[in-house]
Structures are given as C-alpha cells and as structure tokens.
C-alpha cells in the first residue's frame, strides 16, 4: 500500500495542527503546497519566517506589535508597542479587553472605537486548566489602578467562559473608579467576536450595559 512520503506526511502533520485543519484537509493543503511555483512557496516560507521574526507582544496592551529595526542597528531588546498603544490621539480612559490579538484587529475594522486595548491572552477556563493567573487579569488592574481609566469594556466572547471573564473583571476592579460594562447581546450567543461582521459589532459596542458602576 503506497504512502505518503515522509517528508509529505511531516508537513501535513504540522498543518493538521493549525485551527479548523483536520488530517484529511492538512494533507490537500501540503500537496497544494508542493505544486507551486518555486516562487510561490519561496514566498510563503521567507513571509511565515518574517511574521515570526518581527511580530511581537506589544509592552502595554499584549496585542501585537510589530518590531521596527533601523536599517544597520542592532537590535532592540525592549518590547515594542503596538500603533493602538503608540497613537496619541487615542482616548486613555476607556480599555476594551479581548481574549486575542485578533479580537483587537476585528474591533479596529468597525472604525467606531477610539480607546486602547487588554488582551488577556485566551479564554478564562478553569475546567480546561486556564485560571485567571494563567491569563492579564493582574495587569489589567495594575493598568487601571492610576486612576485614569474611567471605563473598561469586556469584549470577550459571548460564551460561558467569556462571561466568566467578564464577571471575575467586574469584581477585580471593584473599588476602584472604574465603571465595567459588556458588549450588547446584538451579537450572536455563544459566538466568537472574531465572527461577527462590522455592523452587528459597532451596535454591540455602542449598546454596551454596565456590570458595575465606578466609585
């Protein structure tokens, strides 16, 4: 019985680990792969090594950053911050929190938001081993203990586990002068904000209701 050769079934077992990619689909993407043009896959080999190389966890917001090195300088050990964190003109006193860099990227496309961002990093999940120490939870209070931010919006997934978030949010921060509100339930229950379109996200942003009020 013929197999795949070894260096094939490598590849797709690599791509079998990637989201939404099983062993059958990670094997049609390897083969598509190994017909392309030399150029093509050249391409897509020095564009995976560059992502990895130049993006970054941004120092202030942990979404990504991508790093800048000067032509001819070496390069910077401090962590870069992201064009959201580094705009001027964004407004300080309001911090969405998103589970994943993504999330920050879907919110951006909609235009309507002009504050800055908390990636906690992954889903809060005690019963899958994530507990809030696991994830931002402690840098997201420390961000707001200055006392310059007025209101923190939990854009985390309608999901149990996001409203588990949003919940544990609301009692950290309680005490301080900060008012938490959620994200609408325009958007689709049990969903993930990733998938949700640009109209139905900006209502949901806009129609946000309040978890605690600040003090």
Do not use: W
Not at 178 to 196: D, E, I, K
Request: aromatic residues 4%.
């Amino acid at each position: 019985m013929a197999r795949l050769p070894k260096t094939l079934q490598n590849l797709a077992q690599h791509l079998s680990r990637l989201p939404g990619l099983g062993p059958k689909s990670a094997e049609r993407v390897a083969l598509h792969i190994l017909t392309l043009p030399d150029e093509d896959a050249d391409g897509l080999t020095t564009a995976v090594s560059e992502m990895r190389r130049s993006l970054k966890t941004c120092r202030t917001c942990f979404g990504l950053a991508e790093a800048k090195q000067e032509t001819g300088q070496p390069e910077s050990t401090q962590a870069p911050e992201c064009d959201v964190c580094s705009d001027p003109s964004r407004d300080l006193s309001t911090i969405c929190v998103v589970e994943s860099p993504l999330d920050v990227f879907v919110i951006e496309r909609g235009g309507e938001y002009r504050g800055i961002y908390h990636v906690l990093g992954g889903a809060l999940s005690p019963a899958e081993g994530v507990y809030p120490s696991d994830l931002k939870f402690a840098e997201l209070k420390a961000r707001c203990e200055p006392g310059d931010v007025r209101e923190v919006i939990v854009a985390t997934n309608l999901t149990l586990e996001g409203d588990s978030a949003a919940l544990y949010i609301s009692e950290l921060l309680l005490g301080l002068p900060v008012s938490v509100t959620r994200l609408a339930r325009g958007l689709p229950g049990g969903s993930a904000l990733a998938y949700a379109d640009d109209e139905t996200l900006a209502g949901a942003l806009k129609n946000r209701y309040k978890i605690s009020e600040s003090n």
